[in-house]
């Protein structure tokens, strides 16, 4: 087994990328993750966001056993991305990446999980997510406090409105999801074995008995799920593009600004 290239002492990040699923909901003969926003597909958008973020080690990709797909996007073969297989649901994508990264990461090291689906990601929201959970001892997932009434339905799904929930205490939980590798891989194996069921990394860490930390990120990190959902996203990325051209655009510029700035050098969805 080769030596991981991160130490408990001082924790590397690493990322899996569930993108083994098929997305019914899109209604396209394409899965989600290889629809087109713009010039690009979906699942290149997004691991574009995640390789722009150099505390990132390796980035896997878990993609279906019968996808002939991946192979033909040229951010596939860059050295920080890895392939796995990935499974029939999210939570066995998950597994296999997390073995993927055996003998390079830690077992105390941070795995981002990050849907393939959210091409929208904003950086500052992933250093946010490091920044707070990475201080905690469990981790944590970017988030967004809920701000429409939520209505509890009837049952025997009438459709219809049976109570309207106190939504003071809920949030929309987002990815990346951000917990220790072996914890992580303890958590959804044991769900697994209890039968319990597993929505997300974050429901795994909760059953094991531990409170994740809750980071807000901005709203407009949105999961692809409908067709609608595509022109949004496409949108959104647009004025993601502008706000930072405009930021950089305004920022003074002087000698002692380029000569004390040193530039990080490149380093090289939903089951």
Not at 81 to 105: H, Q
Not at 227 to 245: G, H, I, K, V
Not at 264 to 270: I, M, R, S
């Amino acid at each position: 087994m080769s030596k991981p290239l991160s130490s408990d002492a001082m924790p590397a990040v690493w990322c899996v990328v569930p993108a083994a699923g098929i997305g019914s909901r899109m209604k396209s003969s394409l899965p989600k993750q290889y629809l087109k926003l713009g010039d690009q597909t979906v699942l290149e958008h997004t691991l574009q966001r995640l390789l722009a973020f150099p505390q990132i080690q390796r980035i896997v990709v878990a993609v279906s056993p019968e996808d002939t797909l991946y192979a033909s996007l040229p951010v596939m073969a860059l050295e920080r991305i890895m392939t796995v297989d990935g499974g029939a649901e999210r939570y066995l994508s998950v597994l296999n990446g997390l073995a993927a990264l055996d003998g390079l990461a830690a077992a105390n090291d941070w795995v981002m999980v990050h849907d393939a689906a959210r091409p929208c990601v904003r950086l500052g929201d992933l250093q946010q997510l490091l920044n707070e959970a990475g201080n905690d001892e469990t981790g944590g997932l970017l988030a967004c406090p809920v701000s429409d009434t939520i209505k509890r339905e009837q049952p025997a799904a009438s459709k219809r409105s049976g109570e309207t929930i106190d939504r003071s205490q809920l949030w929309h939980a987002m990815t990346p999801q951000m917990f220790r590798k072996q914890a992580l891989h303890d958590a959804l194996r044991n769900a697994i074995e209890s039968g319990a069921a597993v929505t997300d990394e974050a429901s795994a860490i909760e059953l094991a008995g531990q409170s994740p930390m809750l980071v807000t990120g901005h709203s407009d990190n949105i999961k692809i799920t409908r067709p609608e959902d595509l022109a949004l996203a496409a949108f959104l990325l647009s004025r993601q593009q502008n706000t930072e051209a405009e930021t950089v655009k305004s920022a003074p510029v002087s000698s002692t600004t380029i000569s004390s700035t040193k530039t990080a050098e490149p380093q090289e969805t939903d089951v």
